[in-house]
């Protein structure tokens, strides 16, 4: 059975997309630690970061360095800090939350709560940060 994020990249499931190339999608998390928390997902579907072939790999964290750059021009944060951890959902993922310290990436810490409206909107400043860098 396809992971939610493999049915996220199909259409199947809604999300807050920023962006997509050929190897991999970006979009919020519905349950983040900051305003702007993105996930980086590689559209091939594994388990295990490590477990992607390395032409993916490599795409993979090319793209969140493109986000993470685009975050950082809209978001108000000392910078974005990267983890995987990829324990709740079976399919490798980066994430990328906008910080001012060590303490934001706590992930014991009670997940934010935004409207859909404001989620949209993130959503849409980042992309659009992100079309900006790419012309």
Known sequence: MAS????????DVPSYKIAENDFAYA???????????T?????LEVDRLFDLPHAHYTALWDFAYHVA????????????????????VPHAHIHLIPIR???DM???MPKLQLEASEMQSIADKISTAL???AE
């Open 131 to 133: 079309l900006a860098t």
């Open 39 to 43: 996930l980086v997902v590689p559209k």
């Open 27 to 37: 979009f919020l998390d519905i349950r983040p630690l900051a305003k702007g928390h």
């Open 4 to 11: 939610v994020f493999t049915r996220i990249i199909a259409g």
């Open 106 to 108: 706590n992930f014991a």
């Open 101 to 103: 310290g060590e303490a």
């Open 69 to 88: 750059h685009a975050m950082e021009e809209v978001l108000h944060c000392n910078r974005v800090g990267v983890t995987v951890i990829g324990l709740e």
